[in-house]
């Protein structure tokens, strides 16, 4: 069965400072990765996803993933965080089984940006 | 466009009870997938329903169970409730699009089991 490891459970930056959240996944197959943020009493938003093609995806609100197949990470970059960024960020991964999917999720990292 | 909606919003329940969560998926999408999210946790993949039916489901007792009706909207059931299953409750809906699901998820139920 497929996994997600986040390794960073709590990051704490000042604004400006640049983000790069972990993430690897365990599967030798074809997926699909998605990073979700959750923004306090908010609802889970997709904040990027990869599915094929270039491995350098961009998302909203300025942030990009890059996934390195050889390995198994799809990391997530910001070049400058602003405290509005403060959120919890999920990692996900997809792999297909005829139709069916789900969606396997990491433990999350919670980002603190601090004024 | 109403994106995906849940009811209720939070639920108190003892230990022993069921309940039953709901969610009415976006516009156009037939497919609905429900995941638990406990305290400090990922969401957890408990099932899947398409066409009415449950395609795929993760490693939950049978306690848990669901409906998907014809217009899409679906329905969560937890039977003999635990302690252990005070968690958020999501729902997300998806449509087959380009090959791949991208799933978009309500704001969730709070389910307290006390």
């Known amino acids: 069965a497929q996994s997600v490891s986040q390794h960073n459970h709590h990051v704490i930056l000042s604004e400006a400072a640049s983000l790069e959240l972990g993430c690897n996944y365990s599967?030798?197959?074809?997926?699909?990765l998605f990073w979700y943020v959750q923004y306090p009493g908010q609802h889970l938003q997709l904040l990027l996803k990869?599915?094929?093609?270039?491995?350098l995806v961009k998302g909203i609100k300025g942030f990009e993933a890059e996934f390195i197949k050889s390995k198994f990470s799809f990391n997530l970059r910001k070049p400058s965080v602003q405290w509005s960024d403060t959120a919890e960020y999920f990692c996900?991964?997809?792999?297909?089984?005829?139709?069916?999917?789900?969606?396997?999720f990491g433990t999350g990292t919670r980002l603190q940006v601090t004024l | 466009d109403a994106g995906v909606t849940q009811s209720p919003t939070h639920l108190i329940k003892t230990r022993g009870q069921q309940v039953t969560l709901r969610c009415s998926p976006k516009?156009?999408?037939?497919?609905v997938s429900w995941y638990q999210q406990a305290l400090g946790q990922g969401p957890q993949f408990i099932f899947q329903y398409y066409e009415e039916e449950e395609r795929q489901r993760g490693n939950f007792p049978d306690r848990f169970s669901g409906h998907q009706f014809p217009n899409y909207s679906s329905e969560l059931n937890v039977n003999a409730l635990l302690l252990g299953d005070s968690a958020l409750y999501l729902c997300?809906?998806?449509?087959?699009?380009?090959?791949?699901?991208?799933?978009?998820f309500g704001p969730g139920t709070r389910l307290t089991v006390t």
């Open positions: 997300a809906s998806s449509i087959w699009t380009g090959g791949t699901y991208e799933q978009y």
């Open positions: 996900a991964v997809t792999i297909y089984t005829g139709t069916a999917s789900k969606l396997t």
């Open positions: 990869y599915f094929s093609g270039d491995p």
């Open positions: 516009s156009g999408h037939d497919t």
């Open positions: 599967y030798g197959g074809t997926v699909n």
